[in-house]
């Protein structure tokens, strides 16, 4: 499923620790900005995670298939 656009905002209730919080705040960090790119990166590391696993009977095939086989640019390469 795709990620919402940047401009799509819901808001929604959380739960933060007190401190961590107030300092945020005395700092003028939006609480807001950061939740949200923080948890883009949390969904998109396990987004990458969960492809890696779905795929890895077909990435470690390939993988053999390159050690087997090499590659169709091995002759081609000048490095």
Known sequence: ???AAAST???TNITLS???LAEAKALGINISRA???????LVKAERER???ENN????AA???RVE??????DGLRAF
């Open 1 to 3: 499923m795709p990620v």
């Open 9 to 11: 905002r819901k808001a």
């Open 18 to 20: 007190a401190d961590v």
């Open 35 to 41: 939740c949200d790119e923080y948890l883009r990166g």
């Open 50 to 52: 969960q492809w890696r």
């Open 56 to 59: 890895q009977a077909a990435i």
């Open 62 to 64: 390939y993988n053999a």
């Open 68 to 73: 087997r086989q090499g590659v169709f640019s």
